[in-house]
């Protein structure tokens, strides 16, 4: 789970605690026991975990998300559990985790419940239910291709769409911030953005008081192109 984009992050990370750590068969045993408790699929929330921490219960990101199932300690307090320490305990983690996941389930379906997991129910909302950060695409596209795999469903398949609510892409997986080729994003000169603006109208007509509009009105103002450098070139 990731917060979403911030200029700086301005709180040192959690610091994950010493000691003997337990083994992934045990971490397993718990992921299925819990996600049977709450009534969430095993095989998503085992798709999760991995996508997640790789089973590490100590695994803290750059944003600081906490434990096997990279629980905000934000989203932590929602459900109760108000120190981040707390969260380095698998129990915790995966009990807190879990239930966030089946809110998420319950509004969303099983697509959009996985991107918002990854980048806020903000993001999905301002997205229009289909997040496009690239780390959110790839992230949705490895939790799912996964869980589709272990119920033996094809990812790009409609059956797979079927269940999940969201069409899985190949390009998914290979989501970049740019891409070369169709549709790259271009790199634009600063030196370049700057506009002309002439006003069309008198002085007095340029007060929005005295303006009147119509199908015979000029508009205020017009944006116009900067002249060719005439400078000859090297």
């Not at 200029?7 to 045993?29: D, F, H, M, N």
């Not at 089973?55 to 096997?68: M, N, W």
């Amino acid at each position: 789970m990731v917060s979403e984009p911030k200029a700086a992050q301005s709180t040192s990370l959690p610091i994950p605690p010493s000691g003997p750590v337990p083994s992934r068969k045990a971490l397993k045993a718990l992921v299925e026991q819990t996600a049977r408790r709450y009534g969430v699929e095993v095989a998503l929330v085992d798709a999760l975990v991995i996508a997640e921490s790789g089973y590490d219960p100590r695994a803290v990101s750059p944003v600081g998300a906490v434990g096997l199932m990279q629980v905000m300690p934000a989203t932590a307090a929602d459900y109760g559990v108000n120190s981040v320490e707390a969260l380095f305990d698998p129990q915790t983690n995966v009990r807190t985790g879990i239930r966030h996941l089946k809110r998420l389930l319950g509004q969303f379906g099983i697509g959009k419940a996985v991107m918002a997991y990854n980048a806020g129910e903000g993001a999905l909302s301002r997205h229009n239910g289909f997040v496009t950060y690239p780390e959110t695409q790839r992230y949705t596209h490895r939790v799912l291709s996964h869980y589709l795999s272990k119920k033996g469903i094809a990812p790009y398949s409609l059956e797979a769409r079927e269940l999940t609510g969201i069409r899985l892409t190949p390009s998914m997986a290979k989501a970049s911030a740019t891409v070369a080729g169709r549709g790259a994003v271009r790199q634009i000169d600063p030196s370049r953005l700057r506009l002309r603006i002439r006003p069309t109208l008198s002085e007095r007509a340029l007060d929005p008081g005295l303006h009147s509009s119509g199908p015979h009105s000029k508009p205020m103002f017009e944006l116009q192109r900067p002249k060719p450098s005439l400078k000859p070139r090297n």
